[in-house]
C-alpha cells in the first residue's frame, strides 16, 4: 500500500446496509429480553432528562444513546429502550474500598395509561414510578415519529396491556 | 452496585478471553450502527465513536467480567474492524484509518480549568510568612486506569463550543474521575514538556507548561482576570466568588500513603465526603467572568 503525501483518504459508506443494520439491533435487544419480537421505530440518538417536582428544575440523567420502540410478544407488549452511551462511573475512592455505580439502559413499558406530551425536540412522559421524564431528541422529525407511533398505538397498548 | 476493591487498576492485559461476538454486536449496535449520519462521514469520528465503545468496553464489560480481556485501543479497533459487517469491508485500510485518527486527535483543541485553593490569598502575618504561609495548592485529575497522569482537568471542545463552555462541561464533569489537590511547588519544574514529573515524582500531563504563569499570578495575589501568554500556554484567571468556607482544604487521605489513619471515619467516599470543592460558585464565578470579558 503507498503511503506519503499522494494516498488518498478513505471515506466510509456505513449507513448503505439498513436491513443489516436492523436484523442486527434486534439480535442484540434480544438478547437482552428475548421476548422482544420486532423494533417499530428507532431514533439515533437521545438524551434524558428528570423532571425534579420539588424544585421545578430538570436535570440530567445518565442515560443517552440510541432510542427503540419496541413489541413484545408477551406482557408488557410494547416497550421503548434506550441503549445507554454513557460510561458514567462515579468512583468513590477511599482508603480500603472502592465502589462503582454504572448506569444502566432505560427500560420504559408502554401501558395503556402512559401520558406523555409532545415539545419539539423532547418528549416528556410519566412512569409507572410516578417520575416525570424528558426525552430530547437530536433529529426533530424522530421525536415527532416516535410520538405519532405513541398516538397511534395508545388504543393498542389499552387493549392489549 | 458492584464491589470493585482496588482490582481494577492494575488489571493484566496478558490474560483474559477476547470479547464474545455478542459482546462485540452490543458495542457495535450501542455506539457505532444507529448513530446520527453525520457521525460517520469520515473514519475519524467513526474511531471516536469506536473510542467511546473502547472505554465502555474497559470500564463495564472487563470490570463486570474479570475473565476478558483487557484491550489497547489499537487491538480493540482492529476486533471491531473484523467483526463488525458493516467495517468489515475496511479492514485494508485499517494502518492507515488508524494513523490519520491519531494525527486528528492532535490536532482536537482542548480547555480546561487550573483551580485553586484559597490558601494563596489569606492574609499572612508577615512575621510568620517565612516559616508558616500555607503552600498554595491546585486541583489536578487522574485517569483510572494504571499508569494514568495527573493533569489540570481538560477535556476536547465539542464541535462549535467555545474554550469557556469546555472548561466549564470539564469543571462539571469532576465529579465522576479521581480529583485531588496538590501543592503547586511539589509540581515544579516548569518547562515546556508536556509530560513532566513532579519532584516527589507525581507523573503529570500538560501541567509544566503553566507552572510559570500560575506562579507569577499567584505572587502578585492580585485577584485578576486578565489573559497570559506565557510560554506556550494560555491562562484566563478568575476569582471564584464565596469559596469554600476559610480553613486548610483537607488533603486527600489516598495520596498519603504509608501514613496513619488517624480519623474514625473508613467508610466509602471518605475522601469525596471530605473534599473541600464548592464547585457550585466556582462554576458561577467561571460564568460571570467570561460575561464580563
Known sequence: MAHGGGRAKVTPNLASDGEGTRTLNLTVLQRLDPAIEDILITAAHVTLYDFDTNVNQWSRKDVEGSLFVVKRNAQPRFQFIVMNRRNTVMFFFSYFIGFLLLSDNLVEDLLGDFEYQLQVPYIMYRNAAQEVIGIWFYNTQECEEVANLFSRYAVMMSLWS | ?293
Open chain 2, 1 to 293: 452496585m458492584a464491589m470493585a476493591g482496588g482490582g481494577g487498576l492494575n488489571r493484566s492485559s496478558s490474560r483474559g478471553q477476547l470479547p464474545p461476538q455478542e459482546l462485540l454486536d452490543d458495542l457495535c449496535s450501542r455506539f457505532l450502527l444507529n448513530v446520527p449520519k453525520e457521525e460517520l462521514e469520515s473514519f475519524e469520528r467513526i474511531l471516536f465513536l469506536l473510542e467511546q465503545a473502547h472505554w465502555f468496553y474497559e470500564d463495564n464489560s472487563v470490570e463486570h467480567n474479570p475473565n476478558l480481556k483487557s484491550l489497547t485501543f489499537k487491538d480493540f479497533t482492529s476486533l471491531m474492524f473484523k467483526s463488525c459487517t458493516a467495517l468489515r469491508p475496511y479492514i485494508a485500510h485499517l494502518d492507515d484509518i488508524y494513523k490519520d485518527f491519531n494525527n486528528y486527535k492532535f490536532r482536537v483543541p482542548v480547555s480546561g480549568a487550573i483551580i485553586l485553593d484559597d490558601t494563596y490569598e489569606r492574609e499572612v502575618d508577615v512575621r510568620m510568612q517565612l516559616t508558616f504561609a500555607p503552600p498554595p495548592q491546585c486541583l489536578l485529575v487522574k485517569g483510572w486506569k494504571a499508569g494514568a497522569s495527573w493533569s489540570f482537568p481538560r477535556g476536547k471542545r465539542n464541535k462549535d463550543e467555545q474554550d469557556h463552555t469546555c472548561a466549564v462541561r470539564e469543571v462539571k464533569s469532576l465529579y465522576h474521575i479521581e480529583i485531588s489537590w496538590h501543592k503547586i511547588d511539589e509540581l515544579l519544574p516548569a518547562s515546556d514538556d508536556a509530560v513532566s514529573r513532579g519532584v516527589n515524582g507525581l507523573k503529570l500531563y500538560m501541567v509544566a507548561p503553566f507552572l510559570t504563569g500560575l506562579k507569577a499570578w499567584i505572587a502578585t495575589r492580585r485577584p485578576l482576570m486578565h489573559q497570559k501568554s506565557e510560554a506556550s500556554a494560555r491562562v484566563t484567571v478568575w476569582k471564584a466568588k464565596n469559596s469554600s468556607s476559610g480553613g486548610v482544604p483537607v488533603e486527600n487521605p489516598a495520596t498519603r500513603a504509608g501514613s496513619d489513619v488517624q480519623q474514625a471515619d473508613n467508610r466509602p467516599g471518605r475522601s469525596f465526603r471530605n473534599f473541600r470543592f464548592d464547585s457550585a460558585s466556582i462554576l458561577q464565578s467561571m460564568e460571570d467572568s467570561f460575561l464580563r470579558t
